[in-house]
């Protein structure tokens, strides 16, 4: 499932609980305004993954050039 | 030939992003050790949803993500974890205000905060566990 996916899973919960009278109005307007939040929180953990395996590349890169 | 295959490799990268990935901060156990304090403090707070306890729960978990975030925020080449962590604080601080609003405050709403919290810390975790060494 992609991320848009997810998104739109979740977001269709969040509405089902609150036609269901599960959440207040500023209790919905808040919950989906924190999906907007995860949505950003991982692309910033995806950046920070991407990140970790260049340095590794790079510090391999580093040691074959000092073994040669 | 192992030279010139390092300069082939090297000249394909985008040169700013080769140059974050050098400079980048590196793994930080205390970084850590909150991240993973947040994710608990979610795995257990979102069992206090309903009950008066839930308060020192809401407490404890923007303590504990005011925390990280101020922590993370001085460390040099950390962007990507200020980000997460600035985002983290947003909605734990919602959390904590709605609480000490004037609005009554569902078990719903509470379960599927401190679940939305954990989910983050997880993904959080595993970036932060990830951080070169």
Not at chain 1, 47 to 57: H, I, Q
Not at chain 2, 83 to 92: C, H, Q
Not at chain 2, 118 to 131: D, L, V
Request: proline share 1%; aromatic share 6%; net charge negative.
């Amino acid at each position: 499932m992609s991320n848009v996916d997810n998104f739109v899973t979740e977001a269709k919960a969040l509405e089902a609980e609150f036609t269901a009278g599960n959440l207040s109005a500023s209790e919905y307007k808040e919950l989906l305004k924190d999906l907007q939040s995860t949505k950003l929180i991982e692309v910033a953990a995806g950046d920070l993954a991407t990140l970790s395996r260049l340095n590794e590349m790079i510090d391999g890169l580093i040691a074959i050039a000092s073994a040669v | 030939m192992k030279k010139l295959l390092l300069v082939a490799l090297l000249a394909s990268l985008n040169g700013c992003v080769l140059l974050d990935a050098y400079r980048m901060a590196h793994f930080d156990n205390n970084e850590y050790m909150l991240i993973n304090g947040i994710r608990t403090q979610a795995s257990v707070g979102v069992a206090k949803c309903g009950s008066f306890d839930v308060v020192g729960a809401v407490d404890s978990i923007y303590f504990s993500s005011l925390e990280l975030k101020n922590y993370a925020a001085s460390i040099p080449h950390n962007e990507a974890t200020i980000k997460m962590t600035n985002e983290l604080a947003v909605i734990t601080k919602e959390l904590s205000d709605k609480y000490y609003g004037t609005e009554e405050v569902g078990a719903t709403y509470c379960k599927l905060k401190f679940n939305l919290i954990e989910k983050n810390a997880i993904t959080m975790q595993t970036a932060i566990g990830s951080k070169p060494r």
